[in-house]
């Protein structure tokens, strides 16, 4: 099981992004799926997450301005980012937690993309 998100970059304050985190490999289903993010000296945190039934959860510092999204027949989900501050800068991971066909459910990353967010 892999997944690879795309869609980082360098963006002005006040501006918009969109990434994306699509699974691939042994899949028998997908439970939550969600982005986390890690700046430079800090922990890695949450950021949002989507269930299967596409009940969703925000990080306080992004609701309203960060909207999750899945596409359960491409095994993908989506982060559209609105109103982009530079405390937004991170490098941004997916996370899965999916059950294969050989193994029970088990969390999965991807390998990263960054976010930048200054003039």
């Known amino acids: 099981v892999q997944l690879v998100e795309s869609g980082g970059g360098l963006v002005q304050p006040g501006g918009s992004l969109i990434l994306s985190c699509a699974a691939s490999g042994n899949i028998f289903s997908i439970y939550t799926m969600g982005w986390y993010r890690q700046a430079p000296g800090k922990q890695r945190e949450l950021v949002a997450a989507v269930t299967t039934g596409s009940s969703t959860n925000y990080a306080d510092s992004v609701n309203g301005r960060f909207t999750i999204s899945r596409d359960n027949a491409k095994n993908t989900i989506y982060l559209q980012m609105n109103s982009l501050k530079p405390e937004d800068t991170a490098v941004y991971y997916c996370?899965?937690?999916?059950?294969?066909?050989?193994?029970?459910?088990?969390?999965?990353w991807g390998q990263g993309t960054q976010v930048t967010v200054s003039s």
């Open positions: 996370k899965g937690r999916i059950r294969s066909t050989t193994r029970p459910y088990e969390d999965y």
